[in-house]
């Protein structure tokens, strides 16, 4: 959402007026009226109608499988197709972007330029169908059928890590070379409150907070490894729930992760904690001793927008993720120093055994605020009016 989010509130600055055609509030399993508010007055949002198949059209949690391809929302390929043909003849609009990973935004975009001829930016924060995910049959073909005809009628691809460029390219070739462009994630200065002014060193004794804030997913994400070197430091009493806490905020997975807390012996020393609004979650990544990532090698073509908002909160970030892929190249070029692979537990003991000290004598080396401040989404938004710039 907010990277979405950043290039319609920024857009202006570069010469381009936005038009948001988005779903009602109805197909969310859940919003905030706050953050509402966090989109700009001069951005219309237009809202089509739209079903969750999985809440609305189910009985007893049983569907046809059919009315979820590419997604739950596929309702909205009709709604939506309809309310942007409206909007084509009463706006006239010099382009159109669709983003994923919302699949059937991609089949709203295609149908749209297909219908209108308008150029065509595809957007996609993550590749779409790669080898083995989604791990769904069905949904991989229709992912597959979409993604090919995005590549067919788009104008330009935007990708948010080099690896996923090269992935396309391999994929499709020369055709791909010339529409794909790199734009990554950022973050919005304006979203963070007020700058703190640099810690002291804490209090003999004092406790230590490692923060994980956003969804922890079961596989991408799993937190197994970590948990399992932190309960081995906690025998060798190296940390304990007198010096440290670990909390993860709005894991989205808690009666998961709570079994798996207790099997390793670690109520006392790790906390779920429920989500919270967007501008306070920044806040509390900003009074965290460190921040924790989480990010699986398979994912190695993804750098998760988080990573940017974590690198502008000016904590330490302790990167439990393959040095090798996207994510840790950017955290190793930021000079981050503990970075550890997600799926090996002696690295990530090793890593926090090595690097929980210098934490606390603030002594862990954080990026650069002159290299962060490159990473804005105002200047990722610079690259896509830049984009929309050369198809119009």
């Not at 083995?132 to 067919?152: C, N």
């Not at 090698?297 to 439990?320: D, F, H, M």
Request: some cysteine.
């Amino acid at each position: 959402m907010h990277r979405t989010l950043a290039f319609a509130k920024f857009l202006r600055e570069f010469g381009w007026d936005v038009t948001v055609l988005s779903v009602a509030p109805r197909a969310y399993e859940s919003y905030r009226d706050e953050n509402f508010k966090m989109v700009p007055p001069h951005v219309e949002v237009v809202r089509a109608p739209a079903l969750d198949t999985a809440r609305h059209l189910s009985l007893r949690g049983w569907y046809p499988r059919f009315l979820a391809l590419p997604d739950r929302w596929q309702s909205w390929i009709i709604t939506g197709t309809r309310v942007g043909r409206r909007l084509f003849r009463e706006q006239r609009p010099a382009a159109l972007l669709s983003t994923f990973p919302i699949a059937s935004a991609h089949a709203i975009g295609l149908r749209l330029q297909r219908a209108t001829g308008l150029p065509w930016v595809a957007d996609f924060r993550d590749p779409m169908a790669q080898d083995g995910y989604p791990t769904d049959p069905a949904v991989w073909r229709s992912y597959a059928r979409i993604e090919k005809q995005v590549f067919e009628h788009a104008n330009r691809i935007t990708v948010t890590t080099q690896g996923t460029a090269e992935y396309y390219e391999a994929r499709y070739g020369e055709r791909a070379r010339q529409q794909l462009r790199v734009i990554e994630n950022g973050f919005d200065p304006d979203a963070f409150p007020a700058e703190r002014a640099p810690q002291a060193s804490p209090p003999p004794g004092a406790k230590m907070l490692l923060l994980h804030s956003g969804v922890i997913y079961p596989k991408d994400r799993d937190p197994a490894p970590f948990l399992q070197a932190l309960a081995r430091l906690q025998r060798e009493g190296i940390v304990s729930d007198q010096t440290l806490t670990v909390r993860f905020r709005a894991s989205g997975y808690e009666d998961r992760y709570q079994q798996m807390i207790d099997g390793f012996g670690l109520r006392t020393l790790v906390e779920l904690a429920p989500a919270m609004p967007y501008n306070q979650a920044l806040d509390e990544m900003q009074h965290a001793d460190a921040l924790l990532l989480f990010q699986a090698s398979t994912c190695n073509r993804q750098i998760p927008a988080k990573v940017y908002e974590y690198l502008y909160s000016g904590r330490p970030i302790l990167g439990i993720t393959d040095p090798e892929g996207d994510t840790g190249r950017l955290l190793a070029r930021m000079g981050v120093p503990g970075i550890a692979l997600l799926e090996n537990s002696d690295a990530i003991y090793a890593m926090l055994r090595d690097k929980l000290p210098a934490i606390r004598a603030r002594q862990y080396v954080i990026a650069k605020r002159s290299e962060v401040e490159q990473l804005s989404r105002r200047s990722r938004t610079a690259e896509l009016a830049k984009i929309l710039d050369e198809i119009a």
